[in-house]
């Protein structure tokens, strides 16, 4: 098996991303209206992001199983899905917060009472939990890596 840095994945996918923006046209493959497709990327949105996860995207484009190898770098863990997604964790003393989790959207804004409503993410992490349950890629798909001890698939409200 090759090995691979993840700095290589990520210059590889842009890669991929450029040819794919010049030369295919992208809005015939979605059933909705797409016109607003964003096909910036940016490090930053691998920043934490496995490597099993990487291996599956090189694989999916390249056909090549690969071994991706580097340090994975730490995040800290989303008070709501659990997944280590966050570069920073809210605390009102340090000004740090309110990072949006890519995975759940949830804004984390200290909120540890699962069953809160919080006006700044209209709704309470059992909502977003139970939005995430209702989606079965987000449900299914294993980007990130779980920090937290309980598993986001069974229902926490009960
Ligand atoms: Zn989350």
């Known amino acids: ?9 990520f210059e590889l996918i842009c890669s991929v ?3 794919v923006e010049k030369e295919i046209d992208l809005h015939q493959y979605f059933d909705e209206d797409s016109s607003n497709i964003n096909m910036e990327l940016s490090e930053m949105d691998f920043e934490g992001v496995s490597n099993g996860y990487l291996s599956e995207i090189i694989y999916a484009v ?5 071994e991706v190898i580097g340090e994975v770098e730490e995040l800290f863990p989303c008070p709501c899905c659990g ?4 570069t920073e ?3 009102k003393s340090a ?3 309110y990072d949006i989790c890519p995975s759940c959207k949830w804004q984390d804004d200290g909120t540890t009472d699962i069953n809160s409503y919080r006006s700044i993410n209209k709704g309470s992490i059992v ?4 939005k995430l349950r209702s989606n079965p890629n ?5 980007k990130w890596l779980n920090g937290k001890g309980y598993d986001y698939h069974e229902d926490v409200s009960k």
């Open 1 to 9: 098996m090759r090995n691979i840095s993840r700095e290589k994945c």
């Open 17 to 19: 991303r450029d040819i």
């Open 62 to 66: 390249t056909g090549y199983e690969v």
């Open 83 to 86: 997944l280590k997604t966050l």
């Open 89 to 91: 964790l809210y605390d």
């Open 95 to 97: 000004g740090t917060g």
């Open 127 to 130: 909502d977003y939990l139970n």
């Open 138 to 142: 987000q449900y299914y798909k294993n």
